[in-house]
């Protein structure tokens, strides 16, 4: 990336990468640092990307893009690219979503009642995908393995996939993911070179078109934002990544670092 900043593409997910972990995802802002060190990098780079589960609307709210100058390279994919904002004309373009999605959303509720779902047990709705979140419950883990069946059960009646994560399990349709999102945008920006930051399962497939790429030829770097900063939280990511940082503060430090390098360039 170094070598040919003005090739490269650098994505990063949302929560847990830009914006600290909150237990209530509506609360869920960037970290002060982040945009101030992104407008330093996107004009340095031939595009930006925040690829995120979330509404891109959302995530372009809470991440507080679209008021800063400097960002005119940075587009946010949002549902796992199924949503797409561009900080250079402000608009938001979407498909609409898949009918499996409005049957979920009214099962949900109901199946929820039936399997005693703990008590803060929450549904989060994205609008092309749904989450049910146990964070709030007295056993986390112990509720995600109560609902983890039942959940994969009712999306695949409706066409959905169940994507886990850290207290999490989002059902949403299949085909849309981090990974995707990520390669058709390195392949509209003819990039020679890549970087991708994530902390969670979902970022699992970005990290293997990071992966796929390399073998193609085209170098790629892959950040683990970590709460504990060796990786522990989701080991996965930490055994595959080239740099483990600590968190949003530390993916702010990282990115701080690469814009004072590259402007020394």
């Not at 090739?7 to 972990?21: E, Q, S």
């Not at 609307?57 to 940075?74: Q, R």
């Not at 056993?139 to 009712?154: M, S, V, Y």
């Amino acid at each position: 990336m170094l070598r040919v900043p003005e090739h490269a593409v650098l994505a990063l997910d949302f929560d847990g990468t830009l914006a600290p972990i909150v237990p209530d995802p509506a609360k869920a802002r960037a970290h002060p640092g982040a945009v101030p060190a992104l407008a330093r990098l996107a004009p340095r780079l031939r595009a930006v990307a925040v690829i995120t589960g979330r509404p891109a609307e959302e995530a372009v709210a809470y991440g507080g893009f679209a008021a800063v100058e400097g960002l005119g390279h940075l587009t946010v994919l949002g549902a796992y690219g199924a949503e797409r904002w561009d900080a250079a004309t402000g608009e938001v373009h979407a498909a609409p979503p898949p009918p499996g999605v409005a049957a979920v959303r009214a099962g949900l509720p109901p199946l929820l009642a039936e399997l005693g779902a703990p008590e803060g047990t929450w549904t989060e709705d994205k609008g092309r995908a749904l989450a049910v979140h146990t964070r709030r419950t007295a056993d986390p883990d112990g509720a995600l393995a109560l609902l983890r069946e039942p959940l994969a059960a009712l999306a695949a009646r409706h066409g959905l996939i169940v994507e886990p994560g850290r207290m999490v399990l989002e059902l949403r349709p299949p085909g849309a993911d981090k990974g995707a999102a990520l390669r058709e945008f390195v392949r509209e920006k003819t990039a020679r070179a890549v970087a991708y930051a994530g902390d969670d399962l979902g970022d699992l497939a970005a990290y293997g078109a990071v992966e796929e790429l390399r073998g193609e030829g085209v170098p790629g770097l892959l950040v683990c934002s970590s709460a504990t900063g060796t990786g522990e939280s989701v080991p996965e990511l930490a055994a595959r990544a080239d740099v483990l940082v600590p968190g949003p503060e530390g993916v702010v430090a990282f990115l701080e670092e690469l814009a004072e390098e590259l402007s020394g360039a």
